[in-house]
């Protein structure tokens, strides 16, 4: 057997920064650069730790790279640290060895090769971009780093060229087309194809295989896909085994397309037929097994339009065995023994949807949920303001299918935006043969912003003490809210201009509450003070322990808890309120439309610039407190008189007798005589008269006569002097 082994430069990394590469010793030659290369990362224990695409020579011992270095598993970024040593790859044109011929784009391999030796991973560093290689032998992989293909995207993954690999051997026996046989190798394939004539031929470990990684990112195949040990469990490594965007098609007698063992398999198209099958095979071993797509993507299971719907999941026996699919879309769902054909009793597959959600502001947090479960997933929006999240579509033990749930919900909430909300449900998916299930799942999430948040800082809505205005009772209402979401759909309250939202809950104003914010059955603030006003269906409000209402418009029931000898300012009450409390209160600016008495005792109200229209009662006093205003003067300088007698009896025509007397009181200094709290029932008409006789200046006396209206009495007399 042929081995390839060695690469183009090797030796220790002097630094690298951002994709500038500088070696310790300085020995690159400007015309080895022409053709593409990569250069192989390895710690100082000669651990590989990543590649980088070489982009071009800068000097002798400078290179600058594409990417920067990159794990090929997961295409994460790969930190420098000091005692880092490098090898930059051969191509197979440089490659001298017995039954290896290269002809342009063309390599032509006639004998076995192994790739790299069992020594340690710095054996071999090979890459090429796009060659179509053919082969009538087996391919081992022993130990080192091999590349084939090229990325030129990491975060979208996107490739560019890719290798043919076409095996000629008929067979039997099988061969392997890329077998690991030792922890040292490392594989990637990006792009490209894999072909044979024999079937099945194994791309991977197969029986007496082992590998530190393998990926196959982008791949399209008609070859068996194996792990090591045909598929079985691993022992080592199992999250460096990657199939990633792989396309299969296997169409050959009781073929295993994937057999992918405790690998990840992320995405692509699997078409088979016959008795052929996608599965984690064969093994005989309990556990926990996956196949999956990314968020946002599918791994699609085709038949071959011969009628035969193919099985996800094969085991040789009955183990104990648990299946979770994500994004898989699939005609049938069953699990079947290897040998009988019968559905294995002890195995169970679940199928899960994930979703990538993204557009979200920074801290949003995102529910998913069911009517079955309760919450399926959720989670918090980072500064990417991207976010996965899974569902349970179905359950299956043996091909006895278990749906789940086939509708959800979801919800988003951010505190300055307002809530997104909507629902999804199982949908079908065009195959070849007919329509599979599928979830649509993830996308934009639009957030809107909430513009009934006054404070847009929530730590300082966090901090108040007091709620004293609707503006922030919403506020604190979407801080509640958001501390707490669980998926609702809706706020606890809104808010249309000055006034809060109830629907059909109760807002408690308190003066003494223990919190300043409690959402329970009903909703407790703590105010000494609350302007701004409330609507509601069937809920309402309640003042307790002092709590006054100074403004605004309420628009539903007002259950006035407050105490006696208390003043309602300015409000407006297009409802009842009702007094719990004997005492006497009073209404100052305000417009009632009913009051009612429900304190057992008498209730009296002073109405001052107020109104009620229906006093609904029992036991309600009310008193119309409105001013009569009488200001004296003399009427030839207009100065004001003081001592002047103002005497003011009712008229007939109003609720008073004729006769009673109103006022009589001598001016003050200001020439005004006044009676603040003339109780007002309804308008009362009045005559009377003022004079000044009994010190001097003396003044004639001179009539008046007016109306007292719910705006009071207020008139000017001019007095002229008695000489």
Not at 289 to 296: F, K, M, N, R
Request: with cysteine.
């Amino acid at each position: 057997m042929a081995t390839i082994t060695g690469s183009k430069y090797s030796g220790s990394v002097s630094s690298i920064s951002g994709n500038t590469f500088t070696a310790v010793s300085g020995t690159f030659v400007t015309g080895d650069f022409d053709t593409p290369r990569i250069i192989s990362l390895f710690d100082s224990s000669d651990e590989f730790k990543g590649i980088a695409y070489v982009k071009s020579f800068t000097s002798a011992s400078v290179l600058e790279t594409e990417l920067g270095f990159f794990d090929p598993v997961d295409l994460s970024p790969v930190a420098f640290a000091a005692g880092d040593t490098y090898l930059v790859s051969l191509n197979f044109s440089e490659v001298v060895t017995t039954g290896l011929a290269v002809s342009g784009d063309r390599v032509t391999m006639t004998a076995d090769h192994t790739f790299g030796a069992a020594t340690n991973q710095k054996q071999l560093c090979l890459y090429d971009e796009s060659k179509q290689i053919t082969s009538t032998n087996q391919l081992e992989f022993s130990g080192g780093v091999v590349v084939l293909g090229h990325i030129v995207d990491l975060v979208n993954d996107l490739i560019q060229g890719g290798c043919s690999l076409n095996l000629l051997h008929a067979g039997p026996p099988y061969l392997s087309l890329l077998k690991g046989v030792n922890l040292n190798s490392h594989r990637y394939i990006f792009g490209g194809q894999f072909l044979s004539l024999s079937t099945p031929t194994y791309v991977g470990d197969g029986s007496g295989g082992d590998s530190h990684s393998i990926v196959l990112d982008g791949v399209y195949s008609e070859c068996d896909l194996l792990t090591q040990g045909g598929g079985a469990n691993w022992t080592r490594n199992p999250l460096r085994h990657v199939l990633r965007n792989i396309s299969t098609f296997a169409n050959g007698f009781n073929a295993i397309a994937i057999r992918w063992g405790d690998g990840i398999v992320q995405g692509g198209t699997v078409k088979l037929s016959g008795s052929t099958a996608i599965s984690l095979f064969g093994s005989d071993d309990g556990g926990t097994y996956a196949l999956s797509a990314p968020a946002g993507q599918r791994l699609v299971v085709l038949e071959a339009g011969n009628g035969t719907k193919p099985n996800l999941w094969r085991s040789s026996t009955t183990p104990t065995q648990t299946v979770n699919f994500t994004n898989v879309v699939s005609l049938k769902k069953g699990m079947v023994t290897g040998t009988a054909g019968d559905p294995n009793p002890n195995a169970s597959a679940n199928w899960y949807y994930k979703g990538l959600f993204t557009a979200m502001e920074n801290g949003t947090k995102l529910f998913i949920r069911d009517s079955a479960l309760g919450v399926a997933d959720s989670g918090t929006a980072g500064v990417s303001g991207e976010l996965e999240l899974t569902v349970l579509e179905s359950t299956v033990i043996g091909v006895t299918e278990t749906v789940v749930e086939a509708n959800w919900t979801f919800g988003a909430c951010a505190y300055n935006k307002q809530i997104n909300a909507g629902s999804f449900a199982t949908t079908t998916k065009e195959t070849i043969g007919g329509t599979a299930k599928d979830v649509p799942l993830g996308g934009i999430v639009a957030q809107i912003i909430d513009v009934n948040v006054t404070e847009v800082t929530k730590a300082t809505v966090d901090a108040y003490t007091e709620l004293t205005t609707s503006q922030q009772l919403y506020d604190r209402a979407k801080s509640y809210l958001y501390d707490n979401y669980v998926g609702e759909s809706a706020m606890t309250v809104g808010r249309s201009g000055d006034k809060i939202d109830l629907g059909s809950r109760t807002l408690v104003i308190d003066a003494a509450a223990v919190s300043v914010y409690a959402n329970a059955a009903n909703i407790t603030i703590k105010a000494s003070s609350y302007s701004g006003g409330a609507t509601a269906t069937t809920g309402g409000v309640t003042t307790q322990n002092g709590a006054l209402l100074n403004g605004g418009t309420f628009d539903c029931d007002v259950i006035y808890d407050s105490g006696a000898s208390t003043t309602l300012t300015n409000v407006t009450v297009n409802g009842v309120v009702d007094f719990t409390t004997a005492g006497t209160y009073t209404l100052e600016g305000c417009a009632i439309s009913e009051v009612t008495n429900s304190s057992g005792g008498a209730v009296t109200i002073n109405l001052v610039n107020s109104s009620v229209t229906t006093n609904t009662g029992p036991d309600i006093t009310l008193n119309n407190e409105v001013a009569i205003t009488i200001a004296v003067k003399n009427a030839t300088d207009g100065a004001n008189i003081e001592g002047a007698i103002v005497y003011i009896e009712a008229a007939a025509g109003g609720p008073l007798t004729a006769g009673d007397v109103i006022m009589s009181q001598l001016t003050n200094a200001s020439g005004i005589s006044e009676d603040a709290a003339f109780n007002f029932t309804s308008n009362q008409p009045v005559v009377g008269r003022v004079r000044k006789g009994t010190s001097p200046p003396y003044y004639k006396s001179s009539s008046l006569s007016g109306t007292i209206t719910t705006g009071g009495l207020v008139q000017t007399v001019f007095l002229i002097e008695d000489h």
